[in-house]
């Protein structure tokens, strides 16, 4: 059964190979598949600034293979939106202890007709909920806006929408809710959780830098 590990700064040296799985996988979905060719490296491993020691990671595993991810990064530091795509944030940026950008989320191609797309949105909204995070933002392809509305998502663009790579694309704000974790759950066939957590990982909110937004 696929379960989603989280993944941060205190446990990543037990898991450097799902990470070097992940950042693969992130080099051939979005630059070979997509055309993100501005994200191109030599190594194949699609890698930024924001994969440091204060990014989360919610890697759906089946078997030790990586077939879905997603990272988490605070936004009380510089981030993508901030830093990146600020004007597609006409109505301003949220950024708080409590609120967290969303990127990099994949799915496996032979995947992405079956649950391994709910389990991990339903992973995103049960981590955030138990570790009181309120909010998630995300610049994000158009046609993401049906598929969270459908998964039960409550969605606020934060501004208009964009060109970004020949795609139309949008800056929007994600509340987290247990109504929106339930819904989902439903989609997924989830009778409880799917997290696999670890007693080495200290509450998130707490190892945030101490830094004015």
């Given at each position: 059964m696929t379960q989603v590990h989280i993944i941060t700064h205190d446990n990543e040296h037990l898991h450097r190979?799902?990470?070097?799985?992940?950042?693969?996988?992130?080099?051939?979905?979005?630059?070979?598949?997509r055309g993100w060719l501005d994200l191109k490296r030599p190594d194949a491993r699609e890698v930024d600034s924001y994969d440091n020691k204060n990014t989360i990671?919610?890697?759906?595993?089946?078997?030790?293979?990586?077939?879905?991810?997603?990272?988490?990064?605070?936004?009380?530091?510089p981030h993508m939106i901030s830093e990146v795509f600020a004007p597609m944030a006409e109505r301003g940026i949220p950024s708080a202890r409590h609120i967290f950008e969303w990127t990099r989320y994949l799915v496996v191609k032979e995947r992405r007709m079956g649950r391994t797309d709910c389990r991990l949105l339903a992973?995103?909204?049960?981590?955030?909920?138990?570790?009181?995070v309120t909010e998630v933002t995300a610049v994000v392809e158009m046609w993401w806006l049906p598929r969270w509305q459908q998964a039960g998502f409550k969605v606020r663009p934060l501004g208009l929408p964009s060109m970004i790579e020949g795609q139309a694309c949008i800056a929007a704000s994600i509340q987290i809710s247990q109504d929106s974790l339930d819904h989902v759950r439903r989609l997924a066939g989830l009778r409880g959780s799917?997290?696999?957590?670890?007693?080495?990982?200290s509450p998130i909110l707490d190892r945030i830098p101490h830094v004015a937004a």
């Open positions: 190979d799902k990470l070097e799985q992940y950042f693969r996988l992130r080099h051939e979905i979005f630059v070979k598949e990671y919610l890697l759906a595993i089946d078997q030790d293979r990586i077939v879905g991810g997603q990272r988490l990064y605070p936004t009380l530091l992973a995103l909204q049960q981590f955030c909920l138990e570790e009181g799917c997290l696999v957590r670890d007693p080495r990982i």
